[in-house]
DNA sequence: GTCGACATGTAAATTGTTACATGATTTA
DNA sequence: TAAATCATGTAACAATTTACATGTCGAC
């Protein structure tokens, strides 16, 4: 049996969205043109052959509304199996470090396609790596800043209070979905 | 007379880097795997091609040790100027909206290569455009907070969160700044 | 004397950007 | 009816990832 493939960040942003709904090639891009939905690219030139990589391998399906003849794209489930897979991937320091708007993207597509427990174990799992890896920041920030240069140490001191505050809205989260 | 040409992010991280010192491409692909410098990627298959452009471009000098007979990289008087022109272009609403990193990039290197005139309207423009910008956010998120699937809900939180973490940070840099 | 870190590179494949091209439909 | 928006795509190029390949140097 084959394995799930990997795909870009923007063939599961893409994923994400068609979970909810089939959309077309053209509202796909409005979204990520429009929205605060990440960075994802919304050229054409990005979406249309990245909606047919994705047909190819059968994780979406293009149908056509036999009224309007226009065509939208659908999640399989196939497409659906990969995009939980991706969400349910146990979270690695490195992405706490470097991949955080991946991280975030994955809680944003959990709604209903976990169960609560593994959204709580998600977010407990984040919580603590990111207070790991702030203790790391601050260790660092401790030792060194003195030997920084003003702008350096400002942004380091960015990347300090950009961790808090993730931290503290995960805490917040971790209530809401307990909470129900 | 040629415009200075457009380079990418991973470029200018690099001209950022020996703004300071000479480094070896091993150096730059340690600073950029080890530190929170960012996510510019340490794989040998995108330090050495971009460093070989920006010799060929003259915008890096390749030096060797004479003694130790190791290679450095110097940044060139026209590479220091190409880094200047991006790090005083006019920030972009676009920008604060979704490339947050390449502008933290920029304030990283101001340092020594700009006047403080330049930072301080540096940092009020950034300021500006960002509260604008959470304020977008969150006519946004009172009237369709909701409407959204929870994790939506949630995610959209975290970004209001961060940009305000950012701003704290932009008005605290102002102060810092000007009292030098 | 071998293991890990230092050090530099290439090749193939993938991904994404920029620019171009075209046409339908809606709105002022 | 002109302009704007909807809608889909391609081609050339640039950038990056992944995997491979090779060799030195110091420490244990």
Known sequence: MKNTQKLSLLNYAILGLLKNEPLSGYRI?????????GNYSSSPG???PALSKLEQ???VEKITD??????FFKISPKGLKNLKEWI???IEMNEVEKKMNELLLRFAF???LIIEQQKVYFLETFRDLLVEHLNNLKAYYAKEANNLPLHGKLAFEHGIG???ATLKWSLNALKEIIKN
Chains 1, 2 share one sequence.
């Open 88 to 90: 349910l991937k146990p």
């Open 46 to 48: 990005a979406i249309y």
């Open 57 to 59: 391998n059968e994780l």
């Open 66 to 71: 036999p009224k309007t003849n226009k065509q």
């Open 29 to 37: 891009r409005k979204i990520f043109e429009d929205t605060a939905m």
């Open 110 to 112: 959990m709604d209903d």
């Open 162 to 164: 950009s961790n808090k």
